[in-house]
């Protein structure tokens, strides 16, 4: 295995909270909370029209695998590839009884043949690029990979003032007593993790490596975001 890959595996493997085991099953618990309606009907918006029989749809950063699984059961006729560099993710990924394949790569400077050029319909990105050490190679690869008129779907948390994200995690607005410093180290660097870009961020990276914005939703009470955008159709 490269240095490269291994470097990003101890990585992931912090970003994670140390304990890849956990992770995985923290990942298949909020498959549902990641996938819910909100997420299902911006999918089927601004997928629908892009998705035919045999089309290639793509989940980038794809965990342990349960949105292909649940995507080779409504359209069995798709092909559904992932791509997901942790050993832990991989382990528990649901492929054997279900249509699908995984790639393992570090998506952070994937190679480009790991995909045909104009090969994909429709990448999926569901929580990936706050991982990625920078996520502009990614895109321009990507670019190349995706058929004329293809579809990125990218749902990512956005950044949100201290304040709230302290709010949201102890579930009250005043913190009167005493707090433990290791709990709180580990506290700030899930913020500065999960809180890299604004969502004008992300629309600047995709413009400026040509794609076009369809959409822009913010969600879970704005720390959260989903887009759509397009390769042009040429
Ligand atoms: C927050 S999880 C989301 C998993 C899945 N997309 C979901 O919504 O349940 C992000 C995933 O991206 C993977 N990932 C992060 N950086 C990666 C990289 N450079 N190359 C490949 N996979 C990566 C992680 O291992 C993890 O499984």
């Known amino acids: 295995m490269s240095d490269a890959l291994n470097e990003l595996r101890e990585y992931l493997t912090r970003h994670h909270g140390g304990d890849g085991d956990d992770a995985a099953t923290r990942a298949l618990d909020g498959h549902a909370r990641n996938h819910d309606d909100v997420f299902r009907r911006f999918w089927s918006e601004h997928t629908g029209a892009q998705l035919k029989a045999d089309g ?15 995507l080779s059961l409504t ?22 009884d ?4 995984i790639r393992v790569a570090d998506l952070n400077d994937p190679p480009a043949e ?5 090969s994909i ?16 190679v990614l895109l321009q690869r990507l670019y190349d990979w995706l058929k004329p008129g293809g579809v990125l779907i990218l749902v990512d948390m956005v950044r949100q ?6 709010t949201h995690k102890f579930g009250r607005d005043r913190l009167d007593e005493p707090l433990d410093a290791r709990a709180m180290k580990a506290l700030f660097e899930d913020y500065f993790e999960h809180n890299r870009y ?13 794609y076009e ?8 009470s704005g720390r959260a975001v989903q887009i759509a955008a397009r390769k042009p159709a040429g």
């Open 56 to 70: 290639r749809v793509v989940d980038l950063g794809c965990g342990p695998g349960l949105f292909l699984r649940d």
């Open 75 to 96: 359209r069995p006729d798709l092909e559904l590839v992932g791509v997901e560099a942790a050993p832990y993710m991989l382990e528990r990924a649901c492929d054997e």
């Open 98 to 101: 279900y249509d699908f394949n």
């Open 198 to 210: 604004h969502d004008y961020d992300l629309l600047a990276l995709l413009v400026m490596t040509g």
């Open 213 to 220: 914005v369809l959409a822009e939703e913010s969600i879970r």
């Open 161 to 166: 003032p201290l304040g709230s994200f302290l």
């Open 114 to 118: 790991l995909f045909d050029m104009a």
């Open 121 to 136: 319909d429709v990448a999926l990105a569901n929580r990936l690029f706050h991982e990625l050490h920078q996520p502009l």
